[in-house]
Antibody, heavy 121, light 107 residues
Framework: QVQLMESGGGVVQPGRSLRLSCAAS????????MHWVRQAPGKGLEWVAV????????YYADSVKGRFTVSRDNSKTTLFLQMNSLKIEDTAVYYC??????????????WGRGTLVTVSS | DIQMTQSPSSLSASVGDRVTITCRAS??????LNWYQQKPGKAPKLLIY???SLQSAVPSRFSGSGSGTDFTLTISSLQPEDFATYYC?????????FGGGTKVEIQ
């Protein structure tokens, strides 16, 4: 069965960096675009970034553009999110999610359990 | 960016009630609208995609309709496990955007 498992969250000071990982299994990873979606405590869902199946196309929310970088290692079926210059408002649970189709614009049909990132001094 | 507006933001209902949640897009998104259910402490779950297609294993009491800018999620007979927060999301254009959510609570 499809499984997505995030890791790498934690407490970090403003301005520092953190790298999240999402280990995927149970499906052909190389066939699907992958997304990061976040949720601040007690708030709604916010899309963060998407990467195409082969890693050639990447798109970001304006709120993270220039600070976050999405990447993937298809040989290790792992998705990454490099987060630099972190701000307090980046505090959230970060989910990785699979695109429901081969299109990067498709919805999200499988989600990980999420990893909490807390940015605090 | 395409803004997604859900209403109501919360509602109280009883088991067996018919529940309707609406979602409005700031511009036409044709049928590129998805619905998710999220329970506390859990990841969201895809219920409906492209406005009206039921995701695999989702009970048939859930249905979606609409096109253009106005969409609806209907639960025909509310069950105890349906008390949750529901989000709409447009997949018409990057950046992908979500509605603010509708919390369905027990009356």
């Amino acid at each position: 069965q499809v499984q997505l498992m995030e890791s790498g969250g934690g407490v970090v000071q403003p301005g520092r960096s953190l790298r999240l990982s999402c280990a995927a299994s149970g499906f052909t990873f190389t066939n699907f675009p992958m997304h990061w979606v976040r949720q601040a405590p007690g708030k709604g869902l916010e899309w963060v970034a998407v990467i195409s199946f082969d890693g050639t196309n990447k798109y970001y929310a304006d709120s993270v553009k220039g600070r976050f970088t999405v990447s993937r290692d298809n040989s290790k079926t792992t998705l990454f999110l490099q987060m630099n210059s972190l701000k307090i408002e980046d505090t959230a649970v970060y989910y990785c999610a699979r695109a429901a189709d081969y299109d990067i614009l498709a919805g999200f049909d499988y989600w990980g359990r999420g990893t909490l990132v807390t940015v605090s001094s | 960016d395409i803004q997604m507006t859900q209403s109501p933001s919360s509602l109280s209902a009883s088991v067996g009630d018919r529940v309707t949640i609406t979602c409005r897009a700031s511009q036409s998104i044709t049928s590129y609208l998805n619905w998710y259910q999220q329970k506390p402490g859990k990841a969201p779950k895809l219920l409906i995609y492209v406005a009206s297609s039921l995701q695999s294993a989702v009970p048939s009491r859930f249905s979606g309709s609409g096109s253009g800018t106005d969409f609806t999620l209907t639960i025909s007979s509310l069950q105890p496990e349906d008390f949750a927060t529901y989000y709409c999301q447009q997949s018409y254009r990057i950046p992908l955007t979500f509605g603010g959510g509708t919390k369905v609570e027990i009356q």
